[in-house]
């Protein structure tokens, strides 16, 4: 498996289990995809979408609030973020 791959399967773990996680845990996960999903949008191309509702905002902004969320909004977060990233490392595939 690739370094992209077992992130997010990572992602998807600690999704399906969002209340073992320590809220320093949460915010790592959050950070560690904000760092991916720019450097893969580097890669492709897409580096700065220019949308008001972007992933990174929310990602951010979760990051930040890792001690307030709900075992729901963790692991929707930690969901779109894994989704996120499996699109991106689909389209970098495509150009490889």
Same mark, same amino acid.
């Given at each position: 498996?690739?370094?992209?791959?077992?992130?997010?399967?990572?992602?998807?773990?600690?999704?399906?289990?969002?209340?073992?996680?320590?809220?320093?845990?949460?915010?790592?996960?959050?950070?560690?995809?904000?760092?991916?999903? @720019? $450097?893969?949008?580097?890669?492709?191309?897409?580096?700065?979408?220019?949308? !008001?509702? /972007? #992933?990174?905002?929310? +990602?951010? %902004?979760?990051?930040?609030?890792? @001690? $307030?969320?709900?075992?729901?909004?963790?692991?929707?977060?930690?969901?779109? !973020?894994? /989704? #996120?990233?499996?699109? +991106?490392? %689909?389209?970098?595939?495509?150009?490889?």
């Amino acid at each position: 498996m690739s370094l992209t791959t077992d992130f997010i399967a990572e992602l998807i773990r600690a999704a399906n289990e969002p209340d073992r996680l320590t809220h320093h845990e949460i915010s790592r996960l959050f950070d560690r995809s904000i760092d991916t999903i @720019r $450097d893969m949008r580097e890669q492709t191309g897409i580096a700065d979408p220019h949308r !008001a509702r /972007d #992933v990174l905002i929310d +990602l951010r %902004i979760a990051s930040e609030r890792a @001690r $307030d969320l709900s075992a729901e909004e963790v692991r929707d977060a930690l969901v779109d !973020a894994a /989704d #996120v990233i499996r699109s +991106l490392k %689909i389209l970098l595939d495509r150009t490889e």
